[in-house]
């Protein structure tokens, strides 16, 4: 499962033996994979500071989350036609994301321990809201690109009556610059063919005899050219209507289906130039996203464990690996009991449910008697 509970005990005799215990029950009964998650020692501060880190770390946690689950979307969107590799892309200093957090350790190079942590959190919030405003800005500019590059492509994707025919006409195929006669081009259906053969020339006067010619079908039907006199063109439309023939409007401009090609020309190019980029950037930028996710998970379980277990800062964080999502509630059982001394009464309501504490209100997702944080890696799948 790339599922991850990290969590963390007192580090005093009695539950330095809980966690042994812990490690003992979970290998036997096959629970879960257990590695020490080693923090380094912060400058704690006050107390009352630390409330406000703890508050301003949840939120930058939720923020860190969604960026990661964004630009790893951005990676899928971006690679839409290698989408079986996308985890290539989607590692955290070259490794892939479980080994990364399995093997953790704090960088003292880009988040130095010795400054106060108010001021390492600042330096990650920071660096994740430039990322954020990067990646908008980068995905923005190539969305729009892609957007028009797609509405370009479903004109000449649709059925004759609705794609772009600049693509399938010719200057060849209209008599051109003349002040009396026009080339129309006239949607047949595939089984009305020999009758538009036989009655073309007669569906008004003034047709220019032998002047079809079949330029384009698709499962429909075919786009025929007819040449007539202009003075016909209304009473034309008409009979052809009533014999089932559509006449499908287009007027052959040479400079703009010029245009319209060099356009398309301009614009796979400037995917192909941006794409190499924008996924490079992804790539960087995913993991240092993710990088600092996990700082920030390590920091969480610093303070909390400072906030609940006291100074001076005495605490065993352990990063535990459930082996399969059936097992996760006799996991969660066994560590509520293995710790249910750090919390007599809180524990008690988490092993039995049925019993109703006064004043108590607490259920198995938003309290444990220790320490405990979640990270879900299937989220990025």
Known sequence: MSEFWLISAPGDKENLQALERMNTVTSKSN???????TIPDFKVGTLDSL???SDELGKLDSFAESLIKRMA???????EDAKGKVQENLLANGVDLTSFVTHFEWDMAKYPVKQPLVGVVDTLAKQLAQIETDLKSR???????KTNLENLEKRSMGNLFTRTLSDIVSKEDFVLDSEYLITLLVIVPKQSY????????????MVVPRSTKLIAEDNEGGLFTVTLFRKVINDFKTKAKENKFTVREFYYDEKE????????????????????????????????????WIHIKALRVFVESVL????????????????????TKRLREVLNSVFRHLD??????????????????????????????????????
């Open 73 to 79: 979307q951005s990676v899928v969107e971006v690679m």
């Open 139 to 145: 995905t923005a500019a190539y969305n729009t690109l």
């Open 51 to 53: 409330v406000g880190l």
């Open 308 to 327: 609940r277990y006291g100074l001076p800062v005495n605490f065993q964080a352990v990063l535990l690996q459930p082996h399969k999502k059936s097992s």
């Open 31 to 37: 629970l879960s994979y257990n590695t020490k998650f």
């Open 344 to 381: 007599q009464v809180a524990a008690a309501s988490l092993l039995d449910a049925s019993v109703e504490i006064p004043g108590l209100q607490l259920s198995n997702q938003d309290y444990f008697p220790y320490v405990y944080f979640h990270i879900d890696l299937s989220l990025l799948d």
């Open 257 to 292: 289906i010029k245009r319209e090609r060099e356009e398309m020309t301009r614009l796979l190019s400037d995917k192909k130039q941006q794409y190499g980029p924008l996924l490079r950037w992804l790539k960087v930028n995913f993991s240092e996203a993710f990088i600092a």
């Open 194 to 205: 020999t009758q538009w053969q036989k009655t073309y020339e007669s569906l008004s006067d």
